[in-house]
């Protein structure tokens, strides 16, 4: 089994380039003008879709979902956000149960936490 999911904005290109810019995922294959194209990480897959009424307004849980993605090496996650200039939503941390992370919005106000696979020593 693989997961995905669709994010929907008023713009894709907004959409699109957070995450290739900011979370390294490839650009889409498709047009990035069209109401919905696919960027992808590995095995991860972002439908970002155009919609007139979506609200951009930053989710957190339990308004929202937590997006997590799991990465080998979250220092150099979070030095490539930073280097974006994108806003952390909060910031690298060790967290009580062993994992460390920190969380972005994306443009379509989806609350992301990116972290480590494996419990800091």
Same mark, same amino acid.
């Given at each position: 089994?693989?997961?995905?999911?669709?994010?929907?904005?008023?713009? @894709?290109?907004?959409?699109?380039?957070?995450?290739?810019?900011?979370?390294?995922?490839?650009?889409?294959?498709?047009?990035?003008?069209?109401?919905?194209?696919?960027?992808?990480?590995?095995?991860?897959?972002?439908?970002?879709?155009?919609? !007139?009424?979506?609200?951009?307004?930053?989710?957190?849980?339990?308004?929202?979902?937590?997006?997590? *993605?799991?990465?080998?090496? @979250?220092?150099?996650?979070?030095?490539?956000?930073?280097?974006?200039?994108?806003?952390?939503? !909060?910031? *690298?941390?060790?967290?009580?149960?062993? *994992?460390?992370?920190?969380?972005?919005?994306?443009?379509?106000?989806?609350?992301?936490?990116?972290?480590?696979?494996?419990?800091?020593?």
């Amino acid at each position: 089994m693989h997961m995905s999911y669709e994010v929907f904005h008023q713009n @894709i290109r907004t959409l699109v380039d957070f995450y290739v810019s900011v979370l390294g995922f490839q650009a889409p294959e498709a047009d990035a003008s069209s109401n919905y194209v696919v960027v992808r990480r590995d095995d991860n897959r972002v439908g970002c879709c155009q919609h !007139d009424e979506a609200d951009p307004s930053p989710r957190r849980p339990p308004d929202g979902s937590e997006i997590v *993605l799991r990465v080998g090496d @979250i220092q150099a996650e979070y030095d490539r956000v930073l280097a974006s200039g994108w806003p952390i939503a !909060d910031p *690298l941390q060790i967290r009580p149960w062993g *994992l460390t992370d920190f969380r972005v919005f994306d443009p379509a106000g989806q609350y992301i936490r990116v972290t480590n696979s494996t419990r800091s020593s």
